[in-house]
Every structure is written in C-alpha cells, then in structure tokens.
C-alpha cells in the first residue's frame, strides 16, 4: 500500500499541476478567439448601416444618426453605440451608452493602437465586469467622418471561463481517478507476477543448495538469490554439523575432520604470532597488536597445523630448529611456527614498500596517497616466492589446506597452484578491498588479480568488498564472472568470492585470565593517577593513520568544548603502538598526535589534570585487556577499517556488562554492532554528542546495548568464521573430486565443474 501511495501522490499532483497549466492555456486561447469574435462582429453591425451613417454624419442629421445607432446597438450583448466625430467629440449615442468611454478616451485608444484609421479594440473594467470597446472608423468621398463606438458586454466571457474550468477539472479528475486504477491494478497483477517468480526461484534454490546449477530467472532477482542462497547453504552446514549453537574450538576440528578429512592446514600471514626478544640479555615473547593474529592464532591453536610467517623478531632465530621451526604456544605447544627470513632489502620493498605504501594505502579511503615502485614490486613478488616455497617445504601431501593471509600475499595463491595444482586454497583479504576505479591505480592490477584468482576461495569481511573485487576482475581481467554464485572462473579455475566477518575467540582466553572489572578500574586509575569518580575513555590502536586517531583527539577536544561538565572529569587513554615506523606517513601521524594531544591538554588541563594521556608503546594483551575492562567508553574512530576488532574485543572484556562502545559508521564491525553508538569520525559534533551520550547513560541502558553485543560476538565468533571457510572448501574439495571420478562428460557448461583445487 505505501508503495502504491509513493506512486500515487506524486501522479495526483502532476495532474493536478498539468490540469492548472491547460486551464489557464484554455482561457488565454479563449479569450484571444472571444476578443476577435467580438471584434468582428462590430464591424458587421456597422458595415451594414455604413452608407446611412455616413450620409447623416456629412449632413449633420443627429437624430437620423442616433436612430440608426439604436439598428446597430440591437444585439443583446452591445451596452451602447455612439457616432463620434474626427476630433473626438460626440455627435450621438443610443440612450444606455455607457459614460465612462466618452469619444475622447475611445479616440485616444484608438490613435495609440493604429496609425491608419482601422478598426480598433480594448478591453476595459465597468463596475463589476469588463466591456469590450470597438471604434469602426467612417469615412466618404470627402475625407474622414469620425468612427463608430460599440461597447460590448464581457461578463458571458467570465461566465463560460468558469464553465471550462469546472470542466477541465472533472475531465482532469476522471483521468487522475482512471490512472491511480490503472496503477494499483498494475502494481497489485506485477507484485504478484513478481511474488510467484520468487516463489518458484526460492523454492528451486531451497531444493538444490550447494554447488549445483541455480534456476534460470530475471536479473532483478539475482542480488538477493545469492544471498538466500548463501544463508540457505550456511544452514545447510550448520544442520550436516548435526548441531546449533556455539562455535568453539571442539566444533572447529570436528568441522575440519568430517569435511576435509585427513588434511593438514597450513596458514601464511606475514605477521608472526610470537615474536622472540631479547631484552636485558632475558629472552621475551612479545604477542603483536594485530587483528589478524588475534583472530587466526586461537584457530590454529584449534586445528594444529602451521603457521608461515616472517621471523621478525631479533632473537627469533635462537629459539628454531635448523629447518627455522618452533612450536607454539610457547608454554602449551599446539601448532608449528615456521619462520622465513627476509633480507633488510626483502622486507623493505616487500613490506615497508609494496605492501604498506602502495596496497595499504590503496584500499583504505585515508586520504593517503599510495607509491608504487618498480623495484618494490619486484622485491614482493620475489618474497611471495619465498613463501610459496616455504609452503611447498611443509605441504606433506599434495593436497593441503592453504590459509593465505592478507594483502601482503596476492601472487602467492596461483604460484601456490602452479605447484600444488590439487591443494586448497582459502584466502583472505584482512582489509577492505577499493572501487574498481580506484584499484586501477596499481601498476599491477591485472597480475595482482591473476595471482589472487589462484585461490580456491576468496575471503573478504563484508559483501561490499567482495563486489568492488568482482568489478575490478570485470574490468581489467578477461574472466568469466558470474555474479549470482558469486564467483570467477579464469583459465577454467574457479574462485569463489565469499563475505566472511572475522571475529575474536569466544571466551576470549585474554578477558577469562583478567581480574574482575573494579579490580581492573582501581589499577588502571590509580596508573593514570585518576580521583575515583573520574571518567575514563580508552582507544587502542596501532598508530596508523586509517585508525583515525587525530580526528578521535579532536573529538574529545570539541567534547570539553561543548560540554564544560566533563572538564576535569574525563579523562581520554589512548593506548598507540608504534607501527611502520620507517614509513614517512607513519613519523607524521606519530607528531601530529603528539601535537594534537599536548594542545589539547594546554587548553583543558589543570594542576594534575590532563585530559589526554598518550601511552606510545606496546602493550600485552593483559595491560589492553585491563583498560578495556576499567574505562567508561572504548572509542574506535577508523576511518576505514575492513573490521576493526578492538571493537569486538571490548565486547568481549566487558563481562560485567558496563561501558559503552562508541563505533566508527566506517568499520566493517559496524554493519554488526549496531548497538554501539554509531558515529562519522570526521563529524566532530556527532562524535562529541555520542561521546557525551555514552558518559551519561544510564547503567540500565548500558547493560541492555552491552548484552546485546556480546550475544553477538559470542555466536559470531572466530571459530564460526574459520568454520564456514572450511566447510565451504570441503564442499568444494567433495565435488571436485565427485567430478574428478566421472570419466564420460556429460555436460558441457563452460566453467562449471571448474578445475581442481
Ligand atoms: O589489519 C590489517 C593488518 O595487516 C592486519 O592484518 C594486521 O593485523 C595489522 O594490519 C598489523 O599490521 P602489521 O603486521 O604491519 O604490524
């Protein structure tokens, strides 16, 4: 129905306004055609009485005149004749000749409308309606004898004018009336024509989930079928799971066991996830702040295996075996790290450069702009060969699981497949993915997508990304795209493009080992030197610049501007750990915080009180963890972010159920934790009304959004988002290998089976 009114209204008001416009097209035309008429009709009255009239007039007979005045002025609509003379003086008129338009004014009109002496005409109020003047000039032999003054009657001309309009107006209104019949009829007969095809679509999709062939239908349907089709082959697998509910670490290897039986999996990210120091001659395991080894590491603690990575650390080499393995974690062993060494070279066209000058910069909407250079490429293709080859080394079969993580392994997948054709590759993309427009500024683009294409399955956070990937294959890449299984088969390979949200573990083992939330607040204030009945706001972030830590400064800044109760009070703990350092846009976001910070705290702090306090280092998880648990509000201000799990993690450390999370509209968590409190960073005002809200709300308010949240995370959680990659490779692993066993082809739909993986 308010479909139909969306149509209706604006419909009523077109006509509405086209009937006006052909009202007053119609009285325009009307009155131009009444006006000729009229005209026309006074030079016939006069012409026929001509000879007489000018006969009297030379011979000066007044009443003969006026006699035959009374023959032209018969006509039930003329008010009056007069005969005047040149000069504009009366000679005679009938007896109801109005007096307003004596001889003179009519002349006058006459002489300013035509030079030669013809037939003129006006139009004129009298009283309460109008009149129409006509002066027929007369003339003999001799020279001119002046002209004929005819005042007609207007009001009939009012009078059908109301006449056309009262039916334009009805004609107008059955018309409006015919269409909105028309177009309900046509919405109700489309909607249902459009329900039915929908019906029989989802009915034949609810039938056949899986790979197999999606029913034939219109394009409008097919956003929304990939969709129902995803959610339909998610249920799927939760129910040949034989079990709902939680994700867990028992769920995860029992997924990997009954769909990929026997496989071992092997996990490349760049980033390790113990990283050996030394520090006062002690060796020391650092954890990194990072969300992909937050998310990955509890996986593969799950499902054993082992997990690639550059040996970052200095004394990482003093603790590997001469193949450079280690197992981890280092009190409970569960996985193997293996460490791959980059030359300083290496790691700095590899990483410094390709990867985090020209990729990282390239997907984030940060406003920095990204370097592409040659011989950074160059170094990165030659380090994603390396890993290609550390992968090899630790393959034990020839079909293995392969997990490569994030932009810093594009060419890995295909070089993975040239050499392990039969092994299953999942990738993911950890930040988001950019238009296509804006991916052309890579040099590389198509090799870049070539090499990313040799992925069994490609993984990014939200569906938005996953799309912006498919319009860069379509546009710079001859693939086949089909965009309804969500997929790309290049050279006969197909990859499927799937939205998967990363997460954290659940229980977080990081919130269980913390003490209690009042425990925690007590320390932390008393680190920060806080009166009991201050407020504390915390950020935790690595100092990057789509984090948008500036802009989070400023936010509190415009805070104490606007609401001067909080002076004093609020105190904001940005946790930051130096990241990139080597890279120049990093040594500029790290100064202008400071700059940033120390302002503020000139302008707002007083005697001990600073309302800013930088903590520019790395912090373990347990110190992070107390933060979380100690502050009032967690304020994520990225600006763009694929998830953004510090948000999640709050979450997760506030058991308690306090504490507001105040959530950039810019993060991929913020499509799932809508009950944060939503903000645009850039927007300072709504960042400091939120803010604002979240230091006032009440307890009660916070618990009902904090539970909310944490429901959430606790399903959606890490162990959910490995799952579904792996029951959805061993689903495609099944029917590669069902297809591998048929030997006579029995159908021939171009990209179809795809090839192995
Ligand atoms: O979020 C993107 C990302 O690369 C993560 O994958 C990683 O956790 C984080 O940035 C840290 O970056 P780096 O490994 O360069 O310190």
Known sequence: MRAVLKVLVPLMLLLGAIAWGASVLVEHTARRWFDRDTRMRAELAVSGARDGLERALRKGERARVRRILGEVARDERVLGAAACDPEGALVAST?????????????????????????????????????????????????????????????????????????????????????????????RFSWRGWSAELQRVLRATWLMPGPSAPPRTRREFQPLLSDVRALVSELASEQSEGRAGLWSPARLRDALARHLPGSEVIVVANREPYIHERRDGVLRVQHPASGLVTALEPVVQATGGTWIAH??????REVV???????????????????????????????????????????????????????????????????????????????????????????????????????????FWHIPWPNSERFGICPWGPEILEGMLGSSILGFHVQAHCNN?????????????????????????????????????????????APAAPLCRERVFADLGLAPDALLGVGIDRLD??????????????????????RGRFTFAQLAAPSRTRIPRYQELNRNVEEVARRVNER????????????????????????????????????HDGMNLVAKEFVAARDD???????????????????????????????????AAALAMPR??????????????????????????????????????????????FRTVPGEAGGRR
């Open 95 to 187: 007896s109801e000749y109005p007096e307003p338009f004596d001889c003179g004014r009519i002349r006058a009109h006459a002489a300013a409308g035509a030079a030669a002496p013809v037939t003129s005409a006006f139009e004129a109020p009298y009283g309460e309606t109008r009149v129409h003047l006509t002066a027929v000039p007369l003339a003999d032999e001799e020279g001119p004898l002046g002209f004929v003054a005819l005042v007609h009657d207007m009001s009939w001309v009012a009078t059908r004018e109301e006449q056309t309009r009262g039916f334009l107006a009805v004609a107008f209104a059955i018309v409006a009336l015919a269409a909105a019949v028309a177009t309900t009829l046509a919405a």
């Open 545 to 566: 610049y789509t984090k948008g830590i500036e802009e989070r400064l400023l936010a509190v800044e415009r805070l104490l501007e606007r609401f001067p109760q909080f």
């Open 311 to 316: 040996g970052s650390g200095a004394a990482d």
């Open 321 to 427: 075996d001469r193949h450079a393995r280690v197992r981890v974690p280092p009190d409970d062993p569960a996985y193997t790290l293996r460490r791959v060494w980059l030359t300083a070279a290496e790691e700095e066209g590899y990483y410094y450069g390709f990867s985090n000058e020209g990729l990282w910069p390239l997907c984030h909407v940060a406003h920095t702009r990204p370097t592409f250079r040659g011989g950074d490429f160059a170094a990165y293709r030659d380090a994603n060969r390396k890993f290609a080859d550390a992968v090899c080394e630790e393959a034990n079969g020839p079909d293995p699981v392969v997990l490569v993580q994030d932009y810093h392994f594009a060419l890995l997948p295909r070089m993975i497949r040239e050499r392990l054709p039969r092994a299953t590759i999942i990738t």
């Open 657 to 691: 159920e306090a504490g507001v999370l105040v959530l950039s509209r810019f993060t991929g968590a913020s499509r799932e934790l809508g009950e944060a409190l939503l903000v645009n960073p850039y927007d300072l005002e709504e960042a400091s009304s939120a803010l």
């Open 700 to 745: 009660e308010e916070q618990r009902e959004r904090m539970r909310a949240l944490r429901t959430f995370v606790s399903e959606f959680n890490v162990y959910r988002w490995a799952g579904r990659m792996l029951v959805d490779a061993g689903r495609l692993r099944k029917r590669d290998r069902v297809s591998g066993r048929i030997t006579v082809p």
């Open 469 to 513: 990937f498919l319009d860069s294959v379509d546009r710079y890449l001859e693939a086949r795209l089909d965009r309804e299984r969500q997929s790309v088969v290049l050279g006969g390979q197909e990859t499927l493009i799937r939205a998967y949200p990363i997460s954290i573990d659940w229980p977080t083992r990081w919130a269980a080992d």
């Open 604 to 639: 707002f702090g007083e005697g001990d009180y600073r309302p800013i306090v930088l903590l520019r280092e790395h912090h373990e998880p347990p110190t992070v963890f107390r933060y979380y648990r100690a502050a009032d509000l967690c304020y994520v201000s990225s600006l």
